[in-house]
């Protein structure tokens, strides 16, 4: 008997252990959530940006903090997109730098968490 799983692609892949399937789930529904949540943020911030109208005395932001905060949103979605592709991909969970895996903890903090800690305190960034 062989181990080795024949794909209708041809392609021959690991048999996936139940419990990664789970924690994957788990980080796609944390990454869906998130996603939700900033896509929501964003809108806000894009609304108070084009309205002036906006009372910003009672927000207490002002537009240019508006425009960095959209950023960073924005930089943080597409980080999210791009971990919710390694999960379709099979890659989740590893560094896309060197193909180390990232450990649990880093992405229990942080799921779309792209590098390893060794790679991510490299000082060079590619962002
Ligand atoms: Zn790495």
């Known amino acids: ?72 949103i924005e930089a943080r979605l597409d980080s999210i997109d791009l971990a919710l592709s390694r999960l379709r991909e099979g890659q989740f969970g590893l560094c896309v730098e060197c193909g180390n895996e990232i450990p649990t903890e880093r992405l229990e903090a942080r799921p779309d968490a792209s590098l390893c800690v060794p790679c991510c305190q490299q000082p060079r960034r590619s962002r």
């Open 1 to 72: 008997m062989t181990r080795t799983n024949n794909l209708a692609d041809g392609q021959e892949r690991l048999v996936i252990p139940p419990a990664r399937i789970a924690a994957e789930r788990a980080y796609r529904v944390q990454l869906m959530t998130q996603r939700g949540r900033l896509k929501q943020l964003c809108a806000e911030l894009q609304n108070m940006r084009s309205d002036d109208s906006v009372r910003l005395d009672a927000s207490k932001i002002t537009h240019l903090e508006a425009a960095a905060q959209l950023e960073n």
